[in-house]
């Protein structure tokens, strides 16, 4: 099983699109993986014969272990096919259901002696890893399944900041008690364990600290009516509060690139482009995939875009390059009725921004005067080791000013 995330430690084996006896060319799309994020296509690494298939589909199995046998031209499966790494041989077509897997089988230590044709053996993750750093695999020594090239290949690949820094220790067992109702154990899912431990490992390694600001939404109400009135009567999609809200992040984000930045241990990173990563919510917890060079984009741009990824992303269809590589993080509460909250940093990111939803209250305007206004608060999650509060503060007055001048940020 490829490593096809950088947080994957295990996938399901949902669809094979190929079948024993089937001839396989390098990056055929073998079959269909869920990860932890993800459903994603895995392709081929080797060309061949579909020898044999080790998962069933439905099948749990480890990074690392074998999931299928491909035989080259000449080659032969001399050694008898080790045992199937997972409870997937278990005869009955149905998904596994048990979580609990096979013991690791003990790792192929370099079972095929002769790869020989000068075409390049690299799992996507670790082609993903060089492609961003510019490094070359011809040359590179694979350690993986005959001769692979992985992630820990790619030489430049040790030097990268994690996006979960250090990881967390394991924490102590523990042990609930019975309250006497009918209770019901719910196992933690991929996503929800990568949750809990990224999570963790920022609320304590990272010193958080919080500012708010009040937002006259009204203005942007009064935009955004206009705006829709034009494209329903063009026929084109509704542009949503949370469109601007992005829209307006880039914008400030440009005005302040202190706040667009990460720790990288000794030094600080402030990025050249503004990458969103947006929290959107799916069945199992939360994704946060990513709205690439905002800075370039047209507020229908960012409609769109958001509106892809956050489909793809409840259906699981994101691609692992589509959720990583965000240089500040927008989470919106507005929806489900949150008038106000402060998000976690989401790391290696410097900051995280929590969007309440818009309600009317009693305000004073300029004139002393008490009226119905329309308001919305935002708050600016911060690791302080990278933004300060000045900074933070400078970014948030920003924010606020294109937010309440919407026109601003359309040019």
């Given amino acids: 099983m490829p490593k096809l995330s950088d947080t994957m430690t295990e996938g399901t084996l949902v669809r094979w699109l190929k079948k024993e006896g089937d001839q396989i060319e390098m990056g055929d799309i073998l079959a269909e993986v869920e990860t932890d994020k993800a459903t994603m296509e895995m392709e081929a690494f080797d060309e061949g014969v579909l020898k044999e298939v080790y998962v069933k589909e439905g099948g749990k199995i480890a990074v690392g272990q074998k999931i299928a046998l491909i035989l080259g031209d000449g080659e ?17 077509p149905a998904p596994a259901a048990k979580p609990e897997s096979a013991p690791p089988t003990p790792q192929p230590a370099a079972p095929a002696p ?8 690299a799992s996507p993750l670790a082609k993903k890893v060089a492609a ?36 967390a220790a394991a924490p102590a ?4 008690e019975k309250t006497g109702g009918e209770e019901k154990r719910v196992e933690l899912s991929g ?9 963790l490992a920022s609320k304590t390694q990272i010193p958080h ?5 009040e937002v006259d939404a009204a203005p942007l109400m009064r935009l955004r009516a206009e705006v829709n009135a034009a494209n329903e009567a063009a026929g084109l999609p509704k542009i949503t509060v949370n469109d ?27 990025y050249g482009s503004v990458n969103i990563s947006v929290a959107v919510a799916v069945d199992d917890g939360l994704v946060t995939p990513v709205i690439r060079n905002a800075q370039n984009l047209s507020l229908r741009e960012i409609s769109l875009a958001v509106k892809d990824v956050a489909t793809r992303a409840r259906n699981k269809k994101l691609k692992p390059e589509e959720y990583v590589g965000g240089t500040i993080t927008v989470s919106n509460l507005g929806s489900y009725g949150i008038d106000q909250f402060y998000a976690i940093v989401n790391p290696p990111q410097s900051a995280i921004l929590a969007v309440g939803g818009i309600v009317k209250k009693p305000v004073v305007n300029a004139k002393d005067e008490i009226v119905v206004g329309q308001r ?23 924010l606020r000013k294109l937010i309440e001048n919407p026109a601003l940020m359309l040019f």
Avoid at 377 to 398: K, T
Wanted: charged share 20%; glycine share 12%.
């Fill in 173 to 176: 067992p523990i042990k609930l």
């Fill in 76 to 92: 032969s499966a001399d050694a008898p096919a080790a045992a199937p790494a997972t409870k997937a041989d278990a005869p009955a």
């Fill in 114 to 121: 002769a790869p020989s044709n000068s075409r390049v053996k």
């Fill in 244 to 270: 601007f809200v992005l829209l307006a992040v880039a914008r400030a984000a440009q005005q302040c690139p202190k706040v667009n930045a990460a720790w990288g241990g000794d030094h600080v990173m402030e």
């Fill in 132 to 167: 961003e750093r510019g490094v070359s695999l011809e040359g590179i020594v694979g350690s993986g399944p005959g001769g692979r090239i992985v992630e820990k290949d790619v030489p430049a690949a040790g030097s990268a900041p994690k996006a979960g820094g250090a990881p």
């Fill in 191 to 199: 996503m929800r364990r990568v949750i809990a431990e990224r999570l």
């Fill in 209 to 213: 600290f919080y500012l708010s600001v």
């Fill in 376 to 398: 919305m608060n935002v708050s600016l999650s911060g690791d302080h080791r990278v933004v300060d509060g000045a900074v933070g503060a400078e970014y948030l007055g920003a």
